[in-house]
């Protein structure tokens, strides 16, 4: 299983960006796949995720209305659109996925990781 994340950056309050997570080694649409974020000195959270077998799409309260997740345009693809980007998104992204949309409550019960990208925002 490979998850290669792509697309992080330095960007000011306000602007935007998009993340790209390429996804290998297993049935796309069996799984959730989406993102987790981890700024520095808190734990891991559930940032969104898209699962096509069950049906669902996930956003966290904090990111509802600004950033909206999607897959296709290419095979195996799932992206990440970023808008009015506050300086408390500040993490390193992760793209993840599980079997279950459930999963994305809390960080140890993902199956799989990708690396991070860096995401920056700057007042």
């Known amino acids: 299983v490979q998850l290669q994340a792509s697309g992080g950056g330095l960007v000011q309050a306000g602007g935007s960006l998009r993340l790209s997570c390429a996804a290998s080694?297993?049935?796309?649409?069996?799984?959730?796949i989406g993102w987790f974020r981890q700024a520095p000195g808190k734990e891991r959270e559930g940032v969104s995720c898209?699962?096509?077998?069950?049906?669902?799409?996930l956003y966290a309260t904090s990111v509802k209305g600004r950033f909206t997740i999607s897959s296709g345009s290419a095979k195996n693809m799932v992206y990440l659109q970023m808008n009015n980007l506050k300086p408390e998104d500040t993490a390193v992204y992760y793209c993840?996925?599980?079997?279950?949309?459930?999963?994305?409550?809390?960080?140890?019960?993902?199956?799989?990781w990708g690396q991070g990208t860096q995401v920056t925002v700057s007042s």
């Open positions: 080694g297993f049935t796309f649409d069996d799984y959730a």
């Open positions: 898209i699962s096509k077998s069950e049906g669902r799409t």
């Open positions: 993840a996925a599980d079997r279950s949309a459930s999963s994305w409550s809390k960080a140890n019960w993902i199956a799989y």
